[in-house]
């Protein structure tokens, strides 16, 4: 199966991936494998099934999870279950709570009427896409996750971020999907502990370092392409520093270690004995 290539890492990488993203996604797509899902997906849904046949079926599940960024969630059934009954119920405040909009977008895309699911050819065809699209970005996170990462960051951001929602509410969005927030995080150099915090302090404190970083005063023009590949950069260079920073640490170690282990052998054994330990 065809695997992405990153020949560099940050932010030389990032660009390179940029620039080669549709002919690596085509190549990737054609992949046997992704080619089968595709078929049998639209096979067993190009007509209506009923939401307890399509539970029972794991690689439906599994293909149209991957669809919507939740990848390896397929075996939550109940969960699942529970999703695609509450977004029938206009009343239902379950997916307000659960502030996912991954599992919301997945909800609303299958959208189940009287215990079935009927999908149109364009809503088979956006989600088989999506699943090829997302299957290709956990691959090119198998090979460097920050370049996934950066990735889900630039699809996310303009779902997320929607016009007519208060900051507020986007802020919030964006505090629930795992892997915006992530990039953010870094980006606006925020520590994970602020989990500690209640959410509406947490939203109040992205909202002031967006400002103090970037200069953005609404949330809404984090959606403007400038602004997307201002954090992706600023994310991408943070990443790499701290994962240099980490490496370095571990070479100093490993000198300390090595100290005694060399001694009496000259500076050159030192350095070889160095050298080896990489």
């Known amino acids: 199966m065809f695997q992405p290539v990153i020949p560099l ?13 549709d002919t690596q996604l085509d190549t990737y797509s054609k992949s046997p494998q ?10 067993k849904l190009g007509s209506p099934i009923a939401v307890e046949d399509f539970l029972s079926d794991p690689r439906l599940r599994r293909i149209s999870m991957t669809s919507f960024g ?14 695609l009954e509450e977004v029938q119920d206009p009343d239902s405040s379950f997916l307000a709570r659960l502030n996912n909009p991954q599992y919301t977008s997945f909800a609303e895309a299958l959208q189940p009427t009287d215990g079935q699911i ?8 956006l989600i088989t896409s999506r699943y090829a699209a997302e299957s290709f970005e956990l691959a090119v996170g198998q090979q460097d996750d920050s370049m996934r ?20 509410a986007v802020l ?32 109040e404190y ?8 970037f200069g953005i005063s609404s949330v809404q023009d984090l959606k403007t392409p400038e602004n997307v590949e201002k954090v992706i950069q600023r994310y991408q260079v943070l990443q790499g520093l701290n994962t240099n920073a980490a490496a370095t640490s571990s070479a100093s170690t490993a000198l300390v270690l090595l100290g005694n282990a060399a001694a009496g052998f000259g500076s050159v054994a030192s350095q070889n004995l160095f050298l080896s330990s990489f």
């Open 70 to 83: 939740l990848n390896g969630e397929e075996w939550k059934t109940g969960y699942i279950r529970t999703v």
């Open 149 to 168: 990462l950066s990735l889900n960051y630039q699809d996310g951001i303009d779902e997320l971020v929607t016009e007519g929602s208060t900051d507020q």
């Open 118 to 125: 009927s999908l149109s050819a364009a809503d088979l065809d």
């Open 172 to 203: 919030y969005k964006l505090l629930g999907s795992l892997p915006v927030r992530e990039v953010l995080e870094t980006a606006l150099g925020i520590p994970t502990d602020i989990n500690n915090l209640d959410i509406d302090r947490q939203a």
């Open 34 to 43: 992704i080619e089968r899902d595709v078929e049998y997906f639209k096979e």
């Open 206 to 213: 992205f909202s002031e370092r967006l400002n103090s970083q």
């Open 9 to 21: 890492s940050g932010f030389a990488g990032w660009n390179f991936l940029q620039s080669t993203y």
